[in-house]
């Protein structure tokens, strides 16, 4: 798998992970309605989904999906809660990012 193609599975797969999650903290922290949990386990179930379309070994692809996690979990942070990145969370992002396409290009796997 490419670094284009798995970088976008990772991207979704981000993204369902935290609207899974983000849905229930609502529900808890905020007091809305319980029926947001519906679509929050439907979109964990949706999240656990895409990560069996990664080709190569369990372990690897959470270790490689981690990367993206960071990135799309800061994304979040800036576009959702409103919250401005600050240099650190650009070049954490940044590392774990660089972390990511080592794992997913490597040779040989």
Do not use: K, N
Not at 15 to 21: K, P, Q, R, S, Y
């Amino acid at each position: 798998m490419d670094l284009l193609r798995a970088s976008a599975l990772f991207a979704i797969t981000a993204l369902a992970e935290i609207i899974g999650c983000y849905l229930p903290w609502l529900v808890l922290r905020q007091g809305r309605s319980a029926f947001l949990l519906l679509p929050a386990a439907l979109s964990l179930g949706l999240f656990a989904w895409l990560l069996t379309l990664h080709p190569t070994a369990a372990g690897r692809t959470y270790a490689a999906y981690g990367g993206m996690y960071i990135g799309v979990a800061l994304l979040w942070l800036r576009f959702v809660d409103g919250v401005a990145l600050t240099r650190w969370d650009v070049a954490g992002a940044a590392i774990a990012l660089v972390g990511m396409g080592v794992i997913v290009v490597q040779p040989g796997r």
